[in-house]
């Protein structure tokens, strides 16, 4: 029963982010300025969303390993930080090859760019970390302390950096005054395609933890 | 609520005085921090040449050589403790806020000397314009407090792990980036005769985000 | 701090519980479920096999290591002692305690003393180290000294702030048999006073203790 739940909930997830991808094509129209390039906002800002949905997950689950040493929340925290990464990358290259086809160059240190990036050696550091300790108890609580304080930089990055320096990268899609001046086909299309891309997320999530949980079982016996 | 003697302030107070006394008469990582400093700022200098009129690459500079310095020796107060086997006896006279505490305030002191160094030959050598020294100084004394505070515990941290000193500039960096961006402009305006308060409103107030976390996390810092 | 300090002398009412106390290492038992209680005053002896589990009980009873099950509950006059405050109410000396080797023998107990907040740091590090014989050496370097020696130091660390609980871990070890004859009378002085717990398979040692805590551990930190 509860594997035919799963896997009817796998099939709709499957079926609806591959139905909202169709109508992306054939159903939104375009962005004047934008052209073809439009349809990389179903993809990428999704993707961008999720990486910082995970970095808020995974920090979550650090804060509540510290405060009750489970270690199903240390699981947690590393799935997120894994997955992460993976969705960190896609917005990373499919930023970049819009940057190409948009503003001619496929890297420029824009300040979007430079967030994502940061985003990016955050993971990759509270991987780097992990990968370092072998004990189990250990590595949770010191990747938690890290994942913690890393925490703390995120505000700052979304403050400092885009006060420095000039932005070329298109207005966040819901701007300061909480408008959302797009044509209404592309705004379905786009908040389906965000429901998707969480849905695959914590699919994705569930996933990784059971793995965790599983090798967990393993090394106890 | 019975107490045995334990005062924060005179552990964080003798902790910083035994830290001083160590490298003082080792004089190990002091030297070899300045040694590195040094040959950093040497390099830059010998492969830029002086800079008098880019006052943007100057601040910029600066800062990469100050951050590499402090990423070549900042991990140094923990990972001495753990080598030397003396992490027990440090933890039986005092609590973990207090060692955190006492190492923070050491490795201030410790960037300070670097700094007091390093920045006078990096004007020299790149033949910088005078700065505004007030603003110079208190955008130096903001950006070590950062740099510091986020050192410590990623120090603490990664001496307990296996590739210990090899891991800390990796990990450090995430964390020292907005000290790096906000440092950088700040210099930047202080040498184009803009104002600076923004940039040290914010590396103040990181600097105290990074240190009240801290406080909160240097509990569970050591456990087995 | 004197009036402090005093009520945790002599006739302090101090109790050690554990229940089902356990620690595992990874997959690797470090110490099988043990029970008892304690009271003061009296001396207690841990015996075991290797890797039985006899320095983990003594370093959680110390607070320094998280116990993964069971509890350890240490009463001071009535009050439980919570894990991050027992380094105020015990004295530790094992063999893993090391010293800073730059700083000498009454400069260490001295740190000690400052961090722990006592009242007369110096005069506390000359009684500790009288009292274990170490008051001629007390300029030297801890390199310089013996391994016998660097025993009697940690037992003056161990007594310095005068704890109501002692936890001892192979405490004669190195030792000739003039350092054991001061152990001994350390031990008897103390066993009327406070609760002096022994983790030692050397016969010399565990009949100084009245009581005999054997741990059933298989040794060798096996595999669960």
């Known amino acids: ?62 804060v509540l390993y510290l405060r009750r040493r489970r270690i199903e929340h240390d699981h947690h925290a590393a799935a997120a930080a894994e997955i992460g990464i993976l969705f960190c990358v896609a917005a990373t290259i499919s930023g970049s090859l819009w940057a190409k086809a948009m503003w ?61 320096y000039f932005t070329l990268h298109p207005d966040p899609i819901i701007n300061p005054r909480g408008k959302l001046d797009m044509d209404p086909r592309i705004r379905i299309v786009f908040f389906a395609m965000l429901a998707g891309f969480t849905g695959l997320y914590f699919w994705l999530q569930t996933l990784r933890v059971r793995v965790a949980r599983l090798e967990h079982r393993l090394d106890e016996s | 609520m019975p107490s045995n003697g334990s005062n924060s302030g005179a552990a964080v107070w003798a902790i910083l005085r035994k830290e001083c006394r160590s490298e003082w008469r080792t004089r190990y990582g002091l030297s070899a921090a300045l040694l590195f400093a040094i040959t950093t700022l040497t390099s830059v200098s010998f492969a830029v040449g002086r800079l008098t009129d880019r006052t943007d690459m100057l601040a910029a ?58 920045v006078p030959l990096y004007l020299m050598l790149m033949g910088a314009p005078p700065p505004r020294w007030g603003a110079f100084l208190a955008l130096l004394g903001l950006g070590s407090l950062g740099l510091a505070c986020a050192a410590t ?25 907005p000290v790096l961006a906000a440092a950088v402009s700040g210099m930047r305006a202080q040498w184009a005769g803009g104002p600076i308060a923004a940039e040290a409103r914010l590396l103040g107030a990181y600097a105290a985000a990074l240190l009240a976390a801290s406080l909160l996390l240097y509990d569970h810092l050591w456990e087995d | 701090m004197s009036a402090v300090l005093a009520s945790a002398a002599p006739d302090t009412a101090v109790a050690l519980e554990a229940r089902d106390l356990t620690h595992r290492y990874g997959r690797r038992i470090g110490l099988e479920p043990v029970s008892f209680a304690l009271g003061a ?72 003393a400052e961090a722990r907040g006592l009242d007369a740091p110096a005069a506390a590090a000359a009684a500790a180290l009288a009292r274990v014989g170490l008051d001629s050496r007390a300029g030297d370097r801890v390199p310089a000294l013996s391994s016998g020696m660097k025993q009697r130091l940690r037992l003056a660390f161990a007594l310095l702030h005068r704890p109501p609980v002692l936890l001892l871990d192979e405490p004669g070890s190195h030792m000739d048999d003039e350092g054991r004859a001061t152990l001994a009378g350390l031990v008897e002085q103390e066993r009327r006073a406070r609760l002096v717990l022994i983790a030692t398979n050397d016969e010399r040692e565990w009949r100084l203790a009245e009581q005999r805590i054997e741990l059933r551990g298989r040794g060798l930190g096996h595999p669960a």
């Open chain 1, 104 to 164: 001619g160059s496929y890297w420029n240190w824009d300040p979007r760019e430079t967030s994502i990036f940061f985003l990016l050696l955050v993971y990759a550091a509270y991987l780097a970390l992990r990968s370092a300790i072998e004990q189990e108890e250990r590595r949770a609580r010191l990747s938690a302390i890290y994942s913690a304080l890393a925490f703390v930089t995120v505000p700052f990055l979304m403050f400092v950096v885009p006060r420095i």
């Open chain 1, 1 to 62: 029963m509860d594997r035919e739940v799963r896997m009817i909930g796998r099939l709709a997830l499957f079926l609806w982010i591959a139905g909202w991808m169709v109508a992306a094509f054939v159903w939104a129209p375009l962005v004047p300025v934008l052209g073809e390039t439009t349809r990389v906002l179903y993809f990428h800002i999704p993707a961008a969303w999720v990486t910082v949905l995970a970095l808020a997950w995974s920090m979550g689950h650090s």
């Open chain 2, 61 to 118: 500079l600066l800062w990469v050589v100050l951050l590499f310095a402090a990423l070549a020796s900042l991990s140094h107060a923990f990972v001495r403790e753990v080598e030397g086997h003396t992490l027990t006896l440090l933890r039986l006279v005092a609590s973990p806020t207090a060692i955190g505490l006492g190492k923070l305030l050491f490795n201030l002191v410790f960037l300070v000397v670097i700094e007091a160094v390093t």
């Open chain 3, 41 to 112: 005053p009296g001396v207690v002896a841990i015996t075991g096999a290797n890797g039985s589990g006899k320095s983990t009980l003594l370093r959680i009873v110390a607070g320094l290591l998280r116990a993964t099950g069971g509890t350890a509950v240490l009463t001071v006059e009535g009050h439980a002692i919570a894990p991050a405050e027992r380094r105020c109410w015990v004295g530790y000396a094992a063999p893993e305690l090391s010293f800073y080797d730059e700083l000498s023998v009454e400069e260490n107990l001295v740190f000690a």
């Open chain 2, 153 to 177: 515990l990623i120090g603490a941290v990664i001496s307990q792990t296996r590739g210990r000193g090899a891991l800390f500039a990796g990990v450090s960096l995430p964390l020292l980036l």
